[in-house]
């Protein structure tokens, strides 16, 4: 038998994990294959922007299910673990690690790529931040003609931070997340209690772990809305939102990756004017209108750069988010058929470690790309 | 797992009432008028929430990663944490480097990069 | 014909006489050791350091030493660095003035001198335009008379027609340069120098000409920039 | 013309079987009728054989930029002298330009031109058509129009005009593979290398065990590889990819040396020659030189620290297999004729711009993977060395070889993460349109080449550093010394990698930096010097009082010291700016990394390869093979670059499909000698490609009929030697007591080992609380 181990005959799961490793297991080849898969088809559906037609999106699904093909034997394999007490939980041997899980310090060395990930993120966004002069600065000067468009940065938070409207799905979202760590901490709490009854202890993980699942999903929906879909208010809100019905979503304002022709009311001459507001009078804009050296008007603004480096930095925290959603739609699954005891309940501190991990980078994702 | 009390209480209940509270105040820092505040300080409206947001973020951000992340209080938290801060170094470069150089390069080199400057 | 400038060539032996020193040591040591302190095959080698399969080996070191070739080499690259240090001075020169003062009032001109270095001062500078595309080079002289600057095409045997640089000896240009497609940098061979032209953004380069500058060199595209990269190639003619 | 677009190459088998299967994805005007403005309005419903087209004046091959005058007419039909109107023509090329000289045509765009009003009463018109200067195969449309002239009728008067069409392609002076689908290349090339790899591996099961060969057994055998999580199994894929690749990137470099061996050759078009750079660069880098450290690291770094497998098993087969697919993403292009062309650095804007080759999303896509593998490794490594190692081994009895490999970890972990993000941001500017290096929309260049080199820096130390283990390993071993200063050989690496992190602004000191950052990485570059100085002086100093023992791998270990050392002199000629801003992007810079990755990198493989061999096959290689292995390859390979530097400094630039020379007649970029020293290099190509083959034939002599290796040939103390040759299948030590097990390091310093230094009892109090303390002296 060329198998490396004779006790696990299948690679395709599941284990006895009692001899602990190394087991045989198809999910490597296979998730990579799905990758690889995924993102060639990807690249066949759209090129810079342009969508191919919908003849090559069936082809990324088959990427998608392939990878998830490879998830669930890894799962397969997975799911006794801890079961009947089959516990494989190997510790550090030496210093300065000394009895610490193995796979505990593995998540915290696989954080720290995390941590350099998103500091490239930010460190791209830092760059057109402070690179490029804001919308605001650049409409103030009164350097561009209506009908042009001028680069500027519009940060995000202009339309989100402009009413606690907009702001709403965000807010809901940083509690969302803030909630999620707190339950994903109680479901260990109860994994690890050796003195509770085996049933209560089941349920309660289940429960706390459906929540945090729930929170996460939320946590997705209100994207959507922020992103695409907006909402609309109920009657009696209309006054405080200046008598609109509907609260629109980033893309209705058309602050999109393509925007190369964005414009907004504020930039807007005579919009300020006929709102009371005005102008600002300190303002370079002012001076030349009242000396006539500017028209005045409606600046157009291409706000690509802007839309894009907000996107990509919120929607890789996203996919993160999306990430746990999978990794706990399993985890609630097992901890339902009892798979989650005191002595395994590591896993679910290790999954958690990675969540509050997420949550970290809202900290910082929500402050400076959602209210600055 | 947390062998210890925040003032009597359970640190994971102590530390999420402790985060919803920061949290309210960051939205109620944005959503609220600070430009007489900021005036009075001397500055704008946007850097005057900045600093509050950056100044709420560094608790939040201890908070999670010392009770959450069990980086205080266990057997293993000292390494821990110091694997979680070994980073730091190469963070700093990336952000420095990478983040705050300014795109358009400048033409000149300032007088501290001459010899000149130091009579050589 | 002599593609290093005289500041280059200074450098250059200066750097190779350090490269022969350190290498002589290296070689000479290890050619040394290699023949003395060998065994054959077979012999009944001596184990000096009682070298045991599962036992860390006795450490073998000299703090003496080790420091001592911590410290030389330091010592080496300070005064190696300190020594290219002196031209960063000529390179980028502030907005303020510098080693190539002010741009040239008209009818000014440079006057510019190379000092025993091969460092290029001058009274001041005319500024040139250099933008660069897909796959070619175009020179402006901007409001420069024609007696310090123009700008000509000619058909080389081997490139094809060519843009042709002419500036005059004595002379410093300050190039400001752009591009408007993707990344290229105009490589003055004899000049020795070189600074890429981004799209988007403005960088700039000294073109200062010397009276020991070669008459006719070539200007290569020395970022790579897409299919006809390589033959994307100007000249540039330095004229008394 | 049609017929010509196969040069013999397997390759073009490919791309004509694709072409078969697959309508050509370029659009044509198909008929007059869907032509807007062209000026004909699609008189008559059918194309008609009476009309015949003629374009005359086009070349059979063009010539680079030159202007042809193309002179078009059409016979036939009811067009007829006298007519009122008597016809009208609409033309497309695919590249190059067109433009009219009179007033009889006009044009639409570049590629599109048709008749005036004034032209209609013509039966042949002139227009001229510029070549585009790069290799293209173009193709022109006609269409003409032969009208009878009647005024009457509805429409326009166009009943009884008839319409016929003519499709004519030229070829550039160097002939060019047409373009196909990405998709059916990728189908094709998966049949085409699945059946490849399929004989293969049944020759090799067959040779296994020939006697005793059955197909039954054949797919659980070829499963337990493919599905196998431990570290010896996955090394030796490691190295199985890792040689192909480095066979693949040879075989790329020969075909750049021979299109460079004399100025101005046409062998490549500007073109292939791009993707053949690009890709060789990408290919030793990330294909060859990666995986072959990952296969030494796979497995040596378990057997030296005394552990059972990594820590993560499962996740090392991930690692690996995520890195077969990467490579099949990346190649995807060049067997479309539209491989990546952007360099190994991809610099921004023309990675996401159209210009670059469609292959390059998918070069873009696989460093992804590459990035997720790399990203899964370090995790694997760092996590197994720090929690793993045997009883008794601190962190200051490791092996020199497992410091190496986990210092180069540390750097690839910390660093790939920019790259990671650099490559995403491409791929989703190339696909879904995002604008991160956009420059209309106020991108920056600058961004990428910054994020490139934060990981770029660190990564050439990456592929170095684990040769600096192998070396310290065999000049120890075989001049049966204990290596010369272990401590501060720790302390080098250590400090390389994190200099490594702020260094990188000096492969930016012409790119429009802030020349502050470029004045600050000048003084920290000059800085790398220090630890690489101490190790080369401490590996010289392992060998005093030795009796070095002359083996392959310490001939190779000597050439390593000769090579690489000259490789570390010239990398102080770049932090010097002045000097920077010429050998930029020069043959001097070639020369220089090629000293260090191929010296360095390559022969510290080579030593390593020799090394421990026996250990994990069990089989001797032979020495006789192995001396004329180095021998041959070390002259040749010193043959190949030393003359490079010089081209550099006489002005030879990267990344150029050619050069000229200046002549009595023409002036050139390089002085006369340059194209006799060019040919010589080509020739030491040549001579060190094939000079390998002979440790491949060694390989292959050792496998069928080497000696049987002992468990320790060499003399070496740490724990791989502790184990049999092969080790057992799951890796275990022979103990003293002659059970097997996990061995207890012990060390010949016992008072040193106790005794923490400054750094590390500070570390100490650090880490223990006083509580631990407390208990520990109860």
């Known amino acids: 038998m060329s198998y490396d181990d004779p006790h696990h005959p299948s690679p395709w799961g599941p284990h006895d994990w009692k001899h602990g490793s190394p087991h045989n297991s198809w999910a490597p080849f296979i998730l990579s294959m799905g990758v690889a898969i995924f993102l060639f088809t990807l690249a066949g559906a759209f090129k810079w922007g342009e969508f191919q037609g919908w003849g090559k999106v069936p082809l990324i699904f088959v990427g998608l299910g392939v990878v998830g093909f490879g998830l669930l034997i890894w799962w397969r394999q997975d799911i006794s673990f801890g079961v009947n007490g089959e516990v494989f939980e190997p510790k550090a041997a030496g210093a300065p690690f000394q009895n610490i899980d193995i796979r505990k310090v593995a998540m915290w060395v696989f954080l720290m790529s995390e941590m350099m990930v998103f500091t490239s993120l930010f460190s791209t966004y830092m760059r057109y931040r402070f690179g490029i002069a804001s919308c605001q600065t650049v409409f103030e000067s009164g350097e561009w003609v209506e009908g042009a468009a001028v680069i500027c940065f519009e940060p995000a938070s202009h339309l989100i931070a402009s009413s606690w409207f907009h702001i709403a799905p965000g807010a809901i979202n940083t509690f969302a997340l803030i909630i999620s760590s707190f339950t994903i901490v109680q479901a260990l709490r109860y994994a690890k209690m050796r003195d509770i009854d085996e049933d209560v202890r089941r349920r309660k993980i289940t429960r706390y772990l459906g929540t945090t699942w729930f929170l996460a999903i939320l946590f997705l929906t209100m994207k959507m809305i922020e992103w695409f879909l907006g909402f609309p208010l109920p009657e009696f809100l209309h006054e405080f939102n200046h008598g609109d019905s509907t609260i629109n979503s980033l893309y209705t304002e058309g602050y999109l990756i393509n925007a190369d022709h964005y414009q907004h009311h504020e930039y807007d001459t005579h919009y300020l004017e006929s709102n009371g507001h005005g102008l600002d009078h300190d303002s370079d804009l002012y001076a030349m209108m009242e000396a006539g050296t500017h028209p005045g008007g409606h600046m157009m603004a291409n706000i690509q750069v802007s839309a894009t480096t907000f996107y990509v930095t919120t929607g890789t925290h996203g996919a993160h988010v999306f990430g746990g959603i999978i990794g706990l739609s399993y985890m609630t699954l097992k901890a339902a058929r009892g798979g989650y005891t005191p002595d395994n309940a590591v896993s679910i501190e290790y999954f958690g470690l990675y969540w509050h991990f997420v949550d970290l980078v809202w900290v910082l994702v929500f402050p400076f790309f959602y209210l600055y | 797992m947390a062998h210890y009390k925040i003032m009597g209480q359970d640190p994971y209940w102590m530390n999420f009432y402790g985060l919803m509270i920061l949290t309210l105040m960051e939205i109620l820092a944005v959503g609220t008028d600070l430009g007489p505040a900021a005036n009075s300080l001397g500055t704008e409206e946007k850097v005057l929430t900045l600093w509050i947001l950056t100044i709420i973020a560094i608790p939040k951000f201890i908070m999670i990663a010392a009770i959450f992340m069990h980086l205080y209080g266990d057997e293993d938290s000292g390494i821990l944490t110091m694997t979680a801060l070994f980073p730091a170094f190469f963070i700093l470069i990336m952000v420095l480097f990478v983040g705050l150089t300014h795109p358009n390069a400048a033409s000149g080199l300032p007088d501290w990069c001459r010899p000149g400057n130091y009579g050589l | 014909m002599s593609v290093m400038t005289p500041l280059f060539e200074g450098l250059w032996d200066h750097y190779i006489l350090w490269s022969v020193i350190v290498s002589a040591i290296a070689f000479g040591w290890l050619y040394h050791h290699s023949f003395w302190f060998t065994s054959k095959d077979g012999e009944k080698i001596p184990n000096v350091d009682e070298i045991e399969i599962g036992v860390f080996p006795k450490h073998n070191d000299d703090m003496r030493l080790e420091v001592a070739w911590t410290i030389l080499p330091f010592l080496l690259i300070i005064w190696l660095t300190y020594y290219s240090w002196e031209p960063l001075d000529a390179m980028w020169t502030s907005e303020d003035g510098g080693v190539h003062g002010y741009e040239c009032e008209e009818g000014q001109v440079s006057n510019n001198v190379m000092d025993s270095d091969g460092i290029i001062t001058s009274d001041c500078y005319h500024v040139i335009e250099i933008t660069g595309q897909q796959w070619f080079w175009s020179f402006d002289c901007l409001e420069l008379d024609g007696s310090l600057c123009g700008s000509s095409t000619e058909t080389m045997e081997v490139y094809g027609s060519v843009p042709v640089l002419h500036l005059m000896k004595g002379e410093t240009y300050l190039a400001v340069m752009e591009s408007i497609d993707v990344t290229h940098a105009p490589w003055f061979q004899h000049l020795g120098t070189k600074e890429d032209v981004l799209p988007g953004q403005q960088t700039t380069l000294w073109l200062p000409i010397s009276e020991s500058m070669t008459e006719e060199s070539m200007v290569l595209c020395a970022e790579y920039c897409g299919d006809a990269h390589s033959i994307m190639a100007a000249k540039l003619m330095a004229h008394n | 013309?049609?017929?010509?677009?196969?040069?013999?190459?397997?390759?073009?088998?490919?791309?004509?079987?694709?072409?078969?299967?697959?309508?050509?994805?370029?659009?044509?005007?198909?008929?007059?009728?869907?032509?807007?403005?062209?000026?004909?309005?699609?008189?008559?419903?059918?194309?008609?054989?009476?009309?015949?087209?003629?374009?005359?004046?086009?070349?059979?091959?063009?010539?680079?930029?030159?202007?042809?005058?193309?002179?078009?007419?059409?016979?036939?039909?009811?067009?007829?002298?006298?007519?009122?109107?008597?016809?009208?023509?609409?033309?497309?090329?695919?590249?190059?330009?067109?433009?009219?000289?009179?007033?009889?045509?006009?044009?639409?765009?570049?590629?599109?031109?048709?008749?005036?009003?004034?032209?209609?009463?013509?039966?042949?018109?002139?227009?001229?058509?510029?070549?585009?200067?790069?290799?293209?195969?173009?193709?022109?449309?006609?269409?003409?129009?032969?009208?009878?002239?009647?005024?009457?009728?509805?429409?326009?008067?166009?009943?009884?005009?008839?319409?016929?069409?003519?499709?004519?392609?030229?070829?550039?002076?160097?002939?060019?593979?047409?373009?196909?689908?990405?998709?059916?290349?990728?189908?094709?090339?998966?049949?085409?290398?699945?059946?490849?790899?399929?004989?293969?591996?049944?020759?090799?099961?067959?040779?296994?065990?020939?006697?005793?060969?059955?197909?039954?057994?054949?797919?659980?055998?070829?499963?337990?590889?493919?599905?196998?999580?431990?570290?010896?199994?996955?090394?030796?894929?490691?190295?199985?990819?890792?040689?192909?690749?480095?066979?693949?990137?040879?075989?790329?470099?020969?075909?750049?040396?021979?299109?460079?061996?004399?100025?101005?050759?046409?062998?490549?078009?500007?073109?292939?020659?791009?993707?053949?750079?690009?890709?060789?660069?990408?290919?030793?880098?990330?294909?060859?030189?990666?995986?072959?450290?990952?296969?030494?690291?796979?497995?040596?770094?378990?057997?030296?620290?005394?552990?059972?497998?990594?820590?993560?098993?499962?996740?090392?087969?991930?690692?690996?297999?995520?890195?077969?697919?990467?490579?099949?993403?990346?190649?995807?292009?060049?067997?479309?004729?539209?491989?990546?062309?952007?360099?190994?650095?991809?610099?921004?804007?023309?990675?996401?711009?159209?210009?670059?080759?469609?292959?390059?999303?998918?070069?873009?896509?696989?460093?992804?993977?590459?990035?997720?593998?790399?990203?899964?490794?370090?995790?694997?490594?760092?996590?197994?060395?720090?929690?793993?190692?045997?009883?008794?081994?601190?962190?200051?009895?490791?092996?020199?070889?497992?410091?190496?490999?986990?210092?180069?970890?540390?750097?690839?972990?910390?660093?790939?993460?920019?790259?990671?993000?650099?490559?995403?941001?491409?791929?989703?500017?190339?696909?879904?349109?995002?604008?991160?290096?956009?420059?209309?929309?106020?991108?920056?260049?600058?961004?990428?080449?910054?994020?490139?080199?934060?990981?770029?820096?660190?990564?050439?130390?990456?592929?170095?550093?684990?040769?600096?283990?192998?070396?310290?390993?065999?000049?120890?071993?075989?001049?049966?010394?204990?290596?010369?200063?272990?401590?501060?050989?720790?302390?080098?690496?250590?400090?390389?990698?994190?200099?490594?992190?702020?260094?990188?602004?000096?492969?930016?000191?012409?790119?429009?930096?802030?020349?502050?950052?470029?004045?600050?990485?000048?003084?920290?570059?000059?800085?790398?010097?220090?630890?690489?100085?101490?190790?080369?002086?401490?590996?010289?100093?392992?060998?005093?009082?030795?009796?070095?023992?002359?083996?392959?791998?310490?001939?190779?270990?000597?050439?390593?010291?000769?090579?690489?050392?000259?490789?570390?002199?010239?990398?102080?000629?770049?932090?010097?700016?002045?000097?920077?801003?010429?050998?930029?992007?020069?043959?001097?810079?070639?020369?220089?990394?090629?000293?260090?990755?191929?010296?360095?990198?390559?022969?510290?493989f080579f030593a390593g390869i020799y090394y421990w061999w026996p250990k994990a096959t069990g089989k001797m290689l032979s020495e006789k093979l192995g001396v004329l292995h180095f021998l041959t390859a070390f002259v040749s390979y010193n043959a190949l670059f030393w003359p490079m530097h010089r081209l550099g400094v006489w002005g030879m630039t990267r990344r150029h499909h050619t050069y000229f020379v200046t002549t009595e007649e023409a002036l050139g970029s390089l002085p006369m000698e340059a194209a006799g020293w060019n040919m010589f290099i080509t020739v030491s190509a040549f001579l060190f490609f094939f000079s390998n083959f002979i440790l491949v034939f060694n390989i292959i002599v050792s496998s069928i009929r080497g000696e049987d290796a002992p468990d320790d040939p060499w003399g070496g103390w740490s724990f791989e030697w502790m184990t049999s040759s092969p080790p057992p299948a799951h890796t275990l030590y022979k103990l003293n007591d002659g059970s097997w097990g996990i061995p207890t390091l012990k060390d010949a310093n016992e008072h040193i080992a106790n005794e923490p230094g400054w750094l590390s009892s500070w570390f100490q109090r650090l880490l223990v609380t006083d509580e631990d303390t407390e208990e520990e002296s109860h």
């Open chain 4, 1 to 604: 013309m049609v017929g010509k677009r196969s040069k013999g190459a397997i390759v073009a088998l490919v791309v004509i079987a694709a072409m078969l299967a697959l309508p050509s994805a370029q659009s044509f005007p198909t008929g007059i009728s869907g032509v807007q403005q062209s000026g004909c309005n699609c008189h008559g419903a059918v194309p008609s054989d009476s009309v015949v087209a003629s374009i005359d004046g086009l070349p059979e091959s063009y010539n680079y930029s030159e202007a042809y005058e193309l002179t078009i007419s059409f016979q036939g039909g009811p067009s007829q002298e006298g007519n009122v109107n008597q016809g009208g023509f609409h033309l497309w090329a695919s590249e190059g330009t067109l433009s009219v000289s009179d007033a009889t045509a006009q044009l639409y765009n570049q590629n599109e031109a048709g008749h005036t009003g004034a032209g209609n009463d013509q039966l042949s018109w002139t227009v001229t058509w510029t070549a585009p200067a790069t290799d293209k195969n173009v193709d022109f449309v006609l269409h003409v129009n032969s009208v009878n002239g009647n005024a009457d009728g509805v429409g326009g008067g166009t009943s009884g005009d008839m319409w016929s069409k003519v499709a004519i392609s030229v070829g550039g002076p160097v002939e060019v593979l047409e373009a196909t689908d990405p998709f059916v290349v990728l189908g094709v090339l998966i049949i085409v290398s699945a059946s490849l790899l399929a004989i293969t591996l049944a020759y090799v099961f067959y040779r296994k065990d020939p006697d005793a060969f059955d197909w039954d057994n054949f797919a659980p055998w070829l499963a337990g590889w493919m599905t196998s999580t431990d570290h010896k199994k996955i090394g030796t894929l490691y190295f199985v990819a890792g040689l192909f690749f480095l066979g693949v990137g040879g075989i790329m470099a020969m075909i750049i040396r021979i299109q460079l061996s004399v100025p101005g050759n046409d062998f490549l078009t500007q073109e292939q020659y791009n993707q053949f750079f690009t890709l060789h660069g990408t290919t030793m880098i990330f294909l060859a030189a990666m995986p072959m450290i990952n296969g030494f690291a796979n497995w040596m770094v378990p057997l030296q620290l005394g552990a059972e497998d990594l820590a993560l098993p499962r996740i090392n087969a991930m690692s690996f297999w995520l890195q077969p697919f990467a490579a099949l993403l990346i190649f995807t292009g060049i067997f479309s004729g539209h491989g990546a062309d952007t360099g190994w650095t991809g610099y921004a804007p023309y990675v996401v711009s159209e210009g670059a080759h469609y292959g390059t999303t998918m070069w873009a896509a696989g460093q992804i993977m590459l990035v997720a593998s790399s990203t899964l490794t370090g995790i694997n490594f760092l996590t197994t060395m720090a929690v793993m190692r045997a009883p008794g081994m601190g962190w200051m009895q490791m092996p020199l070889f497992s410091w190496s490999i986990l210092v180069a970890n540390v750097m690839l972990f910390l660093s790939i993460p920019a790259f990671g993000v650099g490559l995403i941001q491409v791929y989703l500017d190339r696909v879904v349109g995002t604008a991160f290096y956009d420059i209309a929309a106020g991108g920056d260049p600058l961004l990428w080449s910054h994020l490139f080199w934060y990981f770029g820096h660190p990564e050439v130390y990456v592929v170095v550093v684990p040769s600096f283990g192998i070396i310290s390993e065999v000049i120890a071993t075989s001049s049966r010394r204990s290596i010369f200063g272990y401590r501060s050989m720790v302390y080098a690496m250590a400090g390389i990698g994190i200099v490594a992190f702020i260094v990188y602004g000096h492969h930016m000191f012409t790119s429009g930096m802030s020349p502050t950052l470029r004045f600050v990485t000048m003084l920290t570059t000059m800085l790398v010097a220090v630890p690489t100085g101490i190790k080369v002086f401490n590996w010289l100093m392992t060998m005093h009082g030795g009796s070095l023992v002359y083996r392959t791998h310490t001939l190779w270990a000597l050439g390593f010291l000769v090579t690489f050392t000259l490789g570390g002199i010239s990398g102080m000629f770049f932090p010097s700016i002045a000097m920077d801003t010429h050998l930029h992007e020069s043959y001097f810079v070639v020369a220089h990394f090629h000293y260090v990755l191929v010296g360095g990198t390559v022969f510290g």
